[in-house]
């Protein structure tokens, strides 16, 4: 049963999005051009990310600071390549408290330039080495177009930023976080991932390499959805974070950044979504389970209370529609929201002892004896669901993952149905934009661990550095 | 014990206060003037506040939502209050993305404006109503000085927003919020505070009336620490939020804010802090105990895991200090943290089958059978140090408030020792003003439920309309 507010997935994805952040209230557009107001529901399911991976962050040793948003240009402008890369994306403050300011701060897109700063400070000997620290935040970057949760002038995010005394326990932290980040997708939002190295094109400014996991959309389009980054001493050079090493010597320190944003939102929508609105994954719903009585009795009463109890106690997300609208707005409203598991406790249900119980998955409904261990049962199904999920995403990606062999079969699949296209590639950047040519396709990232498929570049037939994965990205 | 690094309290209490912060290592200054960078310890106690709040928040059914931080100049200037309280203080954002704005772009000093638009679009009918949100985020004003905590160009807080369909229960709420605000100061920060109305001069710019919780410093200077705010209709009006109320009839909606913000990191180094460094109350301590063992072997690491293992699984958050350090060290660390609980496990000590537990608020070291159930003596204890840091805190505060009958009396207290001063008062301005005259000393609220100590007002004479608390503030 499709949703009116609805349009259907399949006529008009974009439209379709559009809608079901609005049906679901997750976000909405402010008058403050270019950016989005998180609605509840959709702050909701960010707090649950923070909740979640932020006890995965503390639980590997690194801790919360918050450095100041605002950065001064002589700071910003200290490593080449990072205010090259950002420079057309600031927006600058250059007036405050009603004068104008000397030298003008931009608002922080990402905050290398300031941890930097900050190690150089407080760095002095190997004993205060490694420094894991990390901050939730807001950055901002002047986007010309704006879509809630994947593209907007200010977004949330983590920021994680390292500094260590050698270089294989920088790159040692580079692919844990990596590895979490992966892990985390797949366990916890139920999305499946392709990971793997970026080209140096699409690097992060003042990196020496990017780790990156890329997830698929529903459409076949790709969503960069976290990055890890080497810096080597890169960084470490332009703000002079130096210390004294065991052999007491003054050496540059190593240094790695990582982040995951609200974006992840956009990645729950467009993977696991459907007609009738969002569908959430049990491990991240900010509720888990509604329940909806039908019919108002002692009876009806009882019970639903009784289950809400259990429920509770048991530490399920659960809470009641006591609200005076109808089942069946109560309903469309619990799907649209794409809480995982509706209970229904209804007049008639009783008269035979039991109750119904819905997930939003598959839409099936089970009958079930009023007197069933509910908590077990609960849990059991929640499982089933957030592997159910899993499962159909990792199809979803496999069935829209092609292999190319020619620029003709590139293009081909991309305007059949775009997707994940493996491709062997000779590592010139010549050969990588001739791939953009074909409505917009950008390597996703090198597959270290595959072999290239004919030991030939696809574009200029020389001899093939990498299998890469290519996709249309968002 | 005193701790080197930190000067005096009663030598000098400012640099006592910057001694304790950059000994606990809870914030540093940063190269961008006027901003700290919170650091891993201090924002350590801002996550156990949120946690803690954020909980009570979502009890009493308020959302979390997050609105853009910057105000385009005319949203912003659509209150003609709030502006002209606000324009002197706040950032402009004059370019972006390389070009220059058509229209600047404040950031946020406070979100009234931001709140208000959004109910215009989504407040309808009263069955929208009320809409309780709120927001962690920081805030920008643009600060002369800056101390740590207490005033900088950036800072952490919670703002709440909240629109109702009567005057009644938007009164309700702001009153509400403000004993929320009261009993967390109490309950968790154990923090007494002196509560009431703030006069029309010290009230928020644009609300019809504010209600304040203040706090007193070790130093006799007070801290306004949270306030709530009533509006009526004012924004309502300017940013037209109008509902169908139950007659069907279209009517102005009525609004409350409140905030409470990381001052309260400075009112708890202020409050409790003392030579050694800060003292944290154990509800709000990030770490509540530390287990330092002193020599090796088998058995004092075997006691030291089970003292820790039993601790955290009752839920108390405790860790070993097992870096190379020298006990002394690790023990003064431990001081300069605040952190409430120190159990030292030591070879000696286990010969005679004792080890030994230090409070940080008294210094006081018992010696405790190793046999001793020691979760139900670290809770019990730990309720003791909450209970004595508030009746110390409670006791300083009652010692420091004075009744004055003249000018010469205030001004007497204010050279002597400065402290919260009770004083009669006419309601006028220019008596508010001259009282400014002695050192600064501001009205901090009105005392609604106290009567008038002489019935005349101390500036003037004439007849007296209040029982006003007075004091220098930070």
């Known amino acids: 049963m499709a949703n009116k507010k609805i349009t259907s997935r399949d006529v008009d994805f974009a439209q379709w999005y559009t809608d079901v952040v609005t049906a679901a209230r997750l976000a909405s557009y402010s008058n403050v051009k270019g950016f989005v107001i998180y609605e509840p529901n959709g702050y909701a399911i960010w707090e649950r990310i923070m909740h979640e991976f932020d006890k995965q962050l503390k639980a590997t040793g690194h801790q919360n600071v918050a450095m100041p948003m605002l950065i001064p240009e002589n700071l910003m402008n200290k490593e080449g390549e990072l205010i090259s890369g950002f420079a057309p994306e600031v927006a600058w403050v250059t007036q405050g408290g009603e004068k104008t300011l000397e030298e003008r701060l931009c608002i922080r897109p990402t905050s290398e330039t300031l941890f930097s700063d900050y190690y150089s400070n407080v760095v002095k000997s190997y004993r205060d080495l490694p420094m894991k620290l990390n901050q939730w935040c807001s950055v901002l970057r002047w986007e010309k177009e704006t879509r809630p949760f994947l593209r907007s002038r200010e977004f949330f995010w983590q920021e994680g930023h390292t500094v260590h005394a050698t270089k294989e326990e920088a790159e040692k932290e580079t692919m844990d976080m990596f590895q979490m980040y992966q892990q985390f997708f797949e366990n916890y939002l139920a999305i499946p991932v392709v990971t793997g190295r970026k080209t140096e094109k699409e690097k992060f400014a003042g990196a020496e390499y990017t780790y990156t996991i890329e997830a698929l959309m529903h459409n076949g389009v790709a969503l960069q959805s976290g990055t890890s980054h080497y810096f080597g001493q890169k960084f470490a050079e332009a703000y002079n974070i130096q210390f004294l090493n065991k052999e007491n010597k003054l050496e540059y320190a190593y240094q790695t950044s990582w982040g995951i944003s609200n974006r992840m939102i956009g990645a729950l929508i467009m993977v696991h979504g459907d007609d009738m609105g969002l569908v959430l994954p049990p491990r991240i719903a900010p509720k888990q389970v509604v329940i909806i009585s039908i ?21 399920i997300s659960v809470s009641i529609d006591d609200t005076d609208k109808s089942p069946g707005f109560k309903f469309a409203e619990a799907e649209v929201n794409g809480i995982p598991v509706r209970i229904e406790v ?37 499982d089933d669901i957030q592997d159910n999920l899993y499962q159909k995403a990792l199809k979803r990606q496999q069935e ?16 059949e149905h775009p997707g994940f296209v493996k491709a062997d590639w000779c590592g010139s950047l010549d050969c990588e934009m001739k791939m953009k040519e074909i409505k917009g396709t950008k390597s996703r990232c090198i597959l270290e661990q595959e072999q290239p498929l004919t030991g030939k570049c696809i574009v200029c037939g020389k001899e093939a550095k990498h299998l890469v994965v290519w996709g249309i990205q968002y």
């Open 295 to 315: 019919g108002e009795d002692e009876k009806v009463n009882s019970v639903t209370s009784d289950l809400y109890q259990k429920l509770l106690n048991a530490g």
């Open 400 to 415: 829209l993952t092609f292999e190319a062999r020619s620029l003709d079969e590139v293009e081909k699949i991309m305007e």
């Open 346 to 382: 209804g007049k008639r249900d009783l008269e035979n002892d039991v109750i119904t119980i819905a997930r939003r998955d598959t839409g099936e409904k089970m009958t079930v004896s009023k007197d069933e261990d509910i908590v077990p049962y609960i849990n059991h199904l929640m």
